[in-house]
């Protein structure tokens, strides 16, 4: 052993800062007791990193192992890749597979918005980039505090100005997502960012390093002082209520420079180069030496002063940390080092061998001669601790379910419930967000078939066959908190719906669970009880989980987030030119409501509005196979092009989706209610498994046989009526007002706050 090891283990009582690192005393005792001596600086840094709750799923992991118990075939077929991979790989038919995954960065985001949003979008591309596919769109569901409070507008905009900012860059469009408002996102926003690639399945790439005397070469940007424990520790603790204290921390991004690694490694792979490959995003160097060592049939040594550095005075504990943004590590064989050296200069991305794999089972890690890191790299990367986290239904849940909405005064007059509605499309979580996404591209690249605001984003896959996919992430975070397994649920549904009523088939689920510390026992009652949820719902919807990301710590002093479990859906449409729009279509239209309106007024939109953020009682009934129904129905309507227009209904209920599918387009509607219905549930309910749809005059028949066919309730609620200036809004009886007054009620709320 060298000097630097050698020390470490000829001083035992040195004083080693582990607690600043995040690491607590059973773990530093058990990093002395694998490594039978002190760690060196090196080995503490790597370690903390490692073991923080952000890349090892140390509180997690337990309850995450129950979506390995899932049937890992898709209904289109095996997956290809699934969890413990960067990221899942679906066939998809025709030779293609496509590979998509979700990440949060949470924490940076809250302390440096632009850049903490826009370097989580340059991760979860190199995620996908890393699995041998070419990324082809992003979506990013967002939640910030509320609309008026005093930060948001600085969050707000640096984080849509980051996500916008990264995306464009990259010439990738942004297909979908959500925005949305609570008080408890008050100093924790969240930033969760889903990325979409394709691949055919002959070039899909693992991380592994295999293969003794393979060159181990870093290539992309330099390393600097950026990012040293940004999101792997910034994500594994709670902030207090003092505000951005971590702001050196945030790592730092440059678009152009992912540009150009994207072509690079896509060029790389094109002439099979790479016998294994890596991102570095959370944890930098420390995770992917580690993590590729681990997962290959050998050792490594690296060497540490030739990693290109922007900061010449970083220490190799600095090194190790750093994340700094746009790197990432390949495996060669020597013969091919030169060609791949070749092809990055062509790209001028810059490429340093670093190390090689060894034939032994060490990671060891150089620093101008001297050994600093002489570790077992399953100890690092894979054997991290492992905590069963105490979890109980908390007390206070009795009186959240005691406290039903359905209990709720209820004004029925048309006077009432005209300005309901008024005030309803401009509620924060239901108004326009078009000021969000018009700093996003959508169509770039020329494949988008679907964009914001449709249900979901699809994607053109093959131009020759017409082969794409839907994609669609969901939340409702208030019916999490009302019962966090049928919240689970009700996110998971909504994203089947949104995909199914595209025409495309729903076929596998990316996850990303946002929750508050788990060193509360209800906090980790909520996480556990929302694993439940989505592992029996997909288990149910025969679809597996494919991957994701668990975000801890949400949370600011005592005041935790609402649970937010969301789900990423992934869809197939075996011809994109047959798919359903959501916009109302043509005058004359038929409108019709597939599904059964309830008296579920709980965690609705109409609850939290009326009656002073009012959030008690449970969450709508569901029923998984009526949606599956539903969905079998609405692909067949796409195939045999029964429908003009098909709206999931969710947040706001069909009031929302009358006023969204009008809107769209510019379209009128007038229809009537079902008889004895009540106007306030029949308008304002959030029940489940309905979606609202028009087919042209005349020819409901199709419907008809196919709402009987498929067993699913239906509804003939009345007419598209003519658009343009004088296009109406009309519930007979209740509701008569220009379309126009609504869009601008719609389309005041986010600007005049952002103003």
């Known amino acids: 052993m060298a000097d630097t090891v050698k020390n470490a283990a000829e001083t035992p009582d040195v004083v080693q800062p582990w607690a600043d690192l995040g690491l607590n005393p059973d773990e530093y005792a058990r990093i002395r007791d694998i490594l039978k001596r002190r760690p060196t600086a090196s080995e503490l840094a790597m370690y903390s990193v490692m073991w923080s709750e952000h890349c090892s799923y140390k509180s997690s992991k337990v309850h995450l192992r129950k979506f390995g118990e899932l049937d890992q075939n898709t209904p289109r077929g095996p997956m290809l890749a699934g969890i413990g991979e960067n990221a899942g790989v679906v066939d998809i038919g025709h030779g293609y597979a496509v590979t998509f995954k979700m990440e949060s960065h949470n924490h940076p985001s809250y302390v440096e918005p632009y850049q903490g949003a826009a370097t989580g979008v340059g991760g979860i591309v190199r995620d996908i980039l890393a699995m041998g596919a070419r990324p082809i769109g992003v979506m990013d569901p967002l939640r910030f505090g509320p609309i008026d409070g005093p930060d948001t507008p600085r969050v707000v905009e640096g984080i849509v100005a980051g996500v916008g900012g990264y995306g464009n860059c990259l010439g990738l469009p942004n297909i979908g997502g959500e925005v949305m408002f609570d008080r408890t996102y008050a100093g924790n926003p969240l930033v969760n960012a889903l990325c979409v690639g394709v691949l055919k399945h002959e070039d899909l790439h693992l991380a592994h390093a295999t293969g003794v005397g393979n060159q181990v070469i870093l290539y992309g940007a330099a390393t600097g002082g950026d990012g040293i424990g940004g999101v792997s520790v910034l994500a594994s603790e709670t902030f207090t209520e003092g505000g951005p204290t971590k702001r050196p921390s945030v790592q730092v991004g440059d678009p152009f420079m992912e540009k150009l690694l994207i072509e690079c490694t896509l060029e790389l ?160 979580n239901l108004c326009d967000k078009s000021w969000v996404t018009r700093q996003y591209d959508r169509f770039v690249r020329g494949n988008s078939v679907l964009a914001q605001p449709e249900d979901a984003g699809m994607l053109r896959i093959d131009p020759k066959t017409n082969l794409g996919i839907a994609l669609s992430t969901d939340c409702n975070s208030r019916m999490a908190y009302l019962n966090p397994y049928l919240g689970a649920q009700h996110a998971l549904l909504e994203a089947y719906r949104n995909v199914a009523v595209t025409g495309a088939q729903p076929v596998a689920i990316t996850d990303c669970l946002n929750f508050g510390s788990p060193e509360d026992p209800a906090i980790m009652w909520q996480f556990v009880e929302a694993i439940l949820g989505l592992k029996d719902g997909c288990a149910a919807l025969g679809l597996p989980v494919t991957g994701g990301n668990v975000s801890f ?119 009537t209610l079902p008889q004895g219905a009540e106007p306030t549930v029949a308008l304002f309910s959030e029940s489940a498994g309905r979606v609202l749809v028009t087919v042209r005059a005349g020819a409901s028949a199709a419907l008809t046989a196919l709402a009987k066919e498929h067993r699913l309730p239906l509804t003939r609620l009345g007419t598209v009526t003519a658009g343009g200036a004088d296009a109406t809004f009309r519930v007979a009886g209740l509701v008569d007002l220009p379309l126009s007054r609504l869009r601008e009620a719609w389309q005041a709320t986010l600007p005049a706050a952002m103003a």
């Open 269 to 428: 792979f094109a002439e099979k180069l790479v016998v294994g490959i890596q991102d570095l995003g959370g944890g930098g160097l420390s995770c992917s030496t580690s993590e590729l060592a681990s997962a290959g049939d050998g050792g490594m040594r690296v060497e540490l002063d030739r990693v290109p550095l922007r900061d010449p005075s970083l220490s190799p504990e600095e090194i190790l940390m750093s994340e700094s943004q746009e790197r990432m590590m390949a495996v060669v064989e020597p013969g091919q080092v030169e060609r791949f050296m070749e092809i990055c200069r062509k790209w001028d991305v810059q490429a340093t061998v670093v190390g090689e794999v060894t034939d032994d089972d060490r990671l060891v890690i150089t620093w101008h001669g001297e050994v600093v890191v002489d570790v077992i790299p399953e100890t690092v990367a894979a054997d991290g601790p492992v905590y069963q986290r105490p979890y109980a239904y908390p007390a206070w849940m009795d009186r959240v379910h005691a406290n039903d909405a359905n209990k709720l005064p209820r004004d029925n007059s048309p006077v009432a419930i005209t300005n309901q509605l008024l005030r309803l499309v401009a509620a924060p």
């Open 553 to 671: 710590y949400n949370q600011t002093g005592d005041t935790a987030i609402l649970p937010t479990p969301t789900v990423g859906m992934l869809g197939v449409m075996d011809d994109v030119t047959l798919r359903i729009r959501s916009g109302f279509a043509e005058t004359g239209d038929e409108v019709w409501l597939l599904g059964e309106t309830r008296e579920e007024m709980s965690g609705t939109v109409w609850a939290d509005v009326f009656h002073n953020g009012h959030l008690g009682g449970m969450p709508p009934v569901l029923d998984f196979e009526h949606e599956q129904r539903l969905a079998a129905a609405l692909q067949q309507a796409a195939t045999q092009q029964t429908l003009s227009s098909a709206h999931d209904l969710a947040d706001g209920g069909l009031a929302q989706a009358l006023f969204e599918s009008c809107q769209q387009g510019g379209f009128g509607v007038e229809v």
